[in-house]
């Protein structure tokens, strides 16, 4: 019905893989609350989830904006890859 226009796993168009240096929660959120959320060791599922909410909405703006500034780079140098892997993009343990 749509040649060359589907994208999928069998389609005409191969599905793109999982790109997780080009989404902030990939390469921000997640190290990020981690390194705030166990600081006071939290023994409950709950005292887990309050701590990811606060310090959710504990970051400021000027960060926000930095990690937006950052994915676009990283879309940018994605394009210019000609969608390949952002071999210079270092993930931390």
Known sequence: ??????ISRNGDIAWPSRSPDLTPPDFFLRGYLKSKV?????????????N?????????VHTLQRVMDRMKKRITDCIQNGGCHLSNVIFKN
């Open 1 to 6: 019905m749509f040649p060359n226009r589907v």
């Open 38 to 50: 166990f600081t006071n060791n939290p023994h409950t599922l709950l005292e887990l989830k309050e």
């Open 52 to 60: 990811i909410r606060r310090e959710i909405t504990a970051i400021d």
